[in-house]
């Protein structure tokens, strides 16, 4: 792959990626707080663990790429899904940035 076609590639997934945030973003804001401990069954996570882990798991996956490297991920510090649903709004579009930053100084 060369540099052009690299360019293509991330301006396409990057598009993808702003897109699919808004709408992770409004299931995130969706949760009720009060309802944050349903399960479905009682082997499946909470609402609000599956929360956590949606709106963790995006950022986790960008911290990594700029860090070259794939650590464990930690869990975003909020205690309730309007502080998580926040914290996501603020932290995936601020480190999506930062990636393209990258992209576009190696084009």
Known sequence: MDAQQAAFLAQQSTGVWQWESNATAAVLAAVPNDKRDYKPDAKSRTAWEIAQHMAGADVWFLQSILAK????????????????????????????EKVLEIGRAHV
């Open 69 to 96: 490297a794939f650590g464990a991920p930690t869990p975003p510090a909020a205690t309730t899904v309007a502080d998580l649903a926040a914290w996501y709004k603020h932290e995936f579009p601020a480190h999506l």
